[in-house]
T-cell receptor
Framework: NAGVTQTPKFQVLKTGQSMTLQCAQD?????MSWYRQDPGMGLRLIHY???????DQGEVPNGYNVSRSTTEDFPLRLLSAAPSQTSVYFC????????????FGPGTRLTVT | AQKITQTQPGMFVQEKEAVTLDCTYD???????LFWYKQPSSGEMIFLIY??????QNATEGRYSLNFQKARKSANLVISASQLGDSAMYFC??????????????FGSGTRLLVRP
């Protein structure tokens, strides 16, 4: 079991560029989510999905798109990168049973110049 | 209003001593869960412990215990016998309800713990 994997680990973008952060899990979890962590702060929810084909917005969705065509993958798209999107991005998945514990990926550190 | 409040930005503890990290929460939902995560300098998020709102006993996981005081809306993390490897950021988080929205975690701003040898 690889758990939750994210690629790339690091990325530098110029303002206005677009890119996709990849997230995959091999635990057959229905629930997946994307968080961002800004310096000195806790994580904030961007988008989440409760199953293939179903997505919804979190606390800070502006500037990001998601889709969920398979149970395993949940990519996050930055449409037109802005310096305010410089952050560390975490993908997480959950079984949705008992505690709803979320398993986090290692994170992607994104810098937008 | 803040849903999760961690009032200690940073704390020191001597190795082998116990330390308490504070967390207060705000919710009107009777069903909720509280989590603690550890984030070492390497950056990954490590799950430590969970307490459900209906759990009668305080949760324990090895050297970690959660001091759950429902009436005070507090869920403090107690680390016993601190080790140098406990130096990290610690985040308190909450989920609310049992619907799809309960998958959302709301995080506090974290407490940085430094264990002194």
């Amino acid at each position: 079991n690889a758990g939750v994997t994210q690629t790339p680990k690091f990325q530098v973008l110029k303002t206005g560029q677009s890119m996709t952060l990849q997230c995959a899990q091999d635990m057959n979890h229905e629930y997946m989510s994307w968080y961002r962590q800004d310096p000195g702060m806790g994580l904030r929810l961007i988008h989440y999905s409760v199953g293939a084909g179903i997505t919804d917005q979190g606390e800070v969705p502006n500037g990001y798109n998601v889709s969920r065509s398979t149970t395993e993958d949940f990519p996050l798209r930055l449409l037109s990168a802005a310096p305010s999107q410089t952050s560390v991005y975490f993908c997480a998945s959950s079984t949705g049973t008992d505690s709803y514990e979320q398993y986090f990926g290692p994170g992607t550190r994104l810098t937008v110049t | 209003a803040q849903k999760i409040t961690q009032t200690q930005p940073g704390m020191f503890v001597q190795e082998k001593e116990a330390v308490t990290l504070d967390c207060t929460y705000d919710t009107s939902d009777p069903s909720y869960g509280l989590f603690w995560y550890k984030q070492p300098s390497s950056g990954e998020m490590i799950f430590l412990i969970y307490q459900g709102s209906y759990d009668q006993q305080n949760a324990t996981e090895g050297r970690y215990s959660l001091n759950f005081q429902k009436a005070r809306k507090s869920a403090n993390l107690v680390i016993s016998a601190s080790q140098l490897g406990d130096s990290a950021m610690y985040f308190c988080a909450m989920r609310e309800g049992w619907a799809d929205s309960s998958y959302k975690l709301i995080f506090g701003s974290g407490t940085r713990l430094l264990v002194r040898p």
